[in-house]
């Protein structure tokens, strides 16, 4: 396959993930900036909080479909492990510092749903459940998330819970998104260890920088 096709689709692959729903949202539904507004960030659970239920969902999906979008596109043009993660990748990126919108985006979590479900769908659905769980009985999303991409590398290593066998690149991909999902969650830890983390469906107001999404 020509490699400059390759590069287009990783391309494409960051510009699909820069859409920035929630900033659209924001700007169709209220004329705001969500970003000034809330947490600050440009993701579905601000989104949520700003917004409302509705475009909160709507958000999280449209960011889920990015990063399985991705994943397809470069899947059918190549059986590469690696040329797959490296779009799955970009995307993520993409939502995080989206090029439209002044590289100021989201903390990517939906948009990993997205990838990590067509890349490792086994170790992501179990993953997920119990992160889920976690924020159907704590409130936290970002404690949920934080577990979320804590545990698929680890089921990724399990026989039992890996579906198939994976190769490195996906392995890797899994620890990668781990350390780099807990590292922009860094502020969000600190308010965990504090017991400062907004809840979701708070009544009370969650402006504070660094919320979840």
């Not at 729903?21 to 969500?34: E, H």
């Not at 190769?167 to 504090?194: D, P, Q, S, Y």
Request: aromatic fraction near 8%; hydrophobic fraction near 50%.
């Amino acid at each position: 396959m020509d490699t400059i096709i390759l590069i287009g689709v990783i391309v494409i692959s960051y510009l699909l993930g820069s859409i920035s729903f929630s900033y659209l949202f924001g700007k169709l539904l209220k004329g705001i900036d969500i970003r000034q507004h809330g947490s600050g960030n440009a993701g579905a659970t601000n989104t949520l909080r700003v917004l409302g239920v509705g475009p909160g969902i709507t958000v999280l999906l449209l960011d889920v479909v990015k990063g399985i979008v991705a994943v397809l596109l470069i899947r059918m043009f190549t059986d590469n492990q690696w040329l797959h993660v490296l779009a799955g990748v970009a995307a993520i990126v993409g939502h995080n510092w989206p090029i439209y919108f002044g590289f100021k985006g989201g903390k990517g979590i939906a948009t990993t749903i997205g990838v990590t479900a067509t890349l490792i769908s086994l170790p992501a659905l179990y993953a997920g459940i119990i992160g889920l769980l976690l924020i159907a009985t704590t409130r936290y999303v970002s404690l949920g998330s934080l577990v979320f991409t804590l545990l698929m590398p680890i089921f990724l290593l399990i026989p039992a819970t890996q579906g198939e066998r994976h190769g490195v690149a996906l392995v890797l991909f899994a620890i990668l998104i781990c350390i780099f999902a807990w590292f922009r969650h860094r502020t969000n830890i600190v308010k965990l260890l504090k017991g400062q983390e907004n809840k979701i469906f708070s009544k009370k107001n969650a402006a504070s920088k660094g919320e979840q999404s």
